[in-house]
Each structure stands twice: as structure tokens, then as C-alpha cells.
């Protein structure tokens, strides 16, 4: 069974950074592409950046030269660095893991990033 935790969320002042990590277990992770997507109360969950198997990156247009997404295959792991954080940024970050050409995609439980002064 492939699990994902995220993990790195926390409390941070507005232009403060973050790095949030998603582990992947239970599959070969190399194969799958993983996202991030966030969720603040009210609002619909929204894309905040991706990478593929073969280290293609997306991101969000708000999210764009303020978050890098990498991948580190050897540790099973996804990243994601947050930088110069806002406000608005405030959500709960979900990771998400596709299978590279096939159907099947699992979720994390969620992490919660507050951004308060």
C-alpha cells in the first residue's frame, strides 16, 4: 500500500520560509509524479507546483520564483522550499503521488502552514 506523509508545516512570520517534505512509501518511487496542492478554509484545493518522473517541474502562477519543488529519488522524498511566505500562502498542503502513465494516486494527510505576524 503506498502511503505519503508530508511533514515541515508550522507557524511563520510573513517573508519568512519553509521546507516541506513528502515521503513516499510502499512503491517504486521513481515512478510516480508528485504534487502539491494547498487548501485554505473557504477555498477550493488549488495546484502549487509539481514534478515528474523525469525532474519537469509546474508551478503555481502565485508560487512561481518563491517555492522550488525537487525530488530526491534515493530518499524517497519530495520537497518543497518556500520562500519569502505571505499571508495568503495560509493553508493546509496536501501531497499527492501519480502513477508516471497509469491511474492510480494517493494522498497525504496534510500539513498545516500558517503565515501571521
Known amino acids: 500500500q503506498v502511503q505519503l506523509v508530508e511533514s515541515g508545516g508550522g507557524l511563520v512570520h510573513p517573508g519568512g520560509s519553509l521546507r516541506l517534505s513528502c515521503v513516499v512509501t510502499g512503491s517504486t518511487f521513481s515512478r510516480y509524479a508528485v504534487y502539491w496542492y494547498r487548501q485554505a478554509p473557504g477555498k477550493e484545493r488549488e495546484l502549487v507546483a509539481s514534478?515528474?518522473?523525469?525532474?519537469?517541474?509546474n508551478y503555481g502562477d502565485s508560487m512561481k520564483g518563491r517555492f522550488t519543488i525537487s525530488r530526491d529519488n534515493a530518499k524517497n522524498t519530495v520537497y518543497l522550499q518556500m520562500n519569502g511566505l505571505k499571508s495568503e500562502d495560509t493553508a493546509v498542503y496536501f501531497c499527492?503521488?501519480?502513477?508516471?502513465?497509469?491511474?492510480?494516486?494517493?494522498w497525504g494527510q496534510g500539513t498545516q502552514v500558517t503565515v501571521s505576524s
Open positions: 499527492n503521488a501519480r502513477l508516471w502513465g497509469g491511474i492510480q494516486q494517493y
Open positions: 514534478v515528474t518522473p523525469i525532474n519537469t517541474t
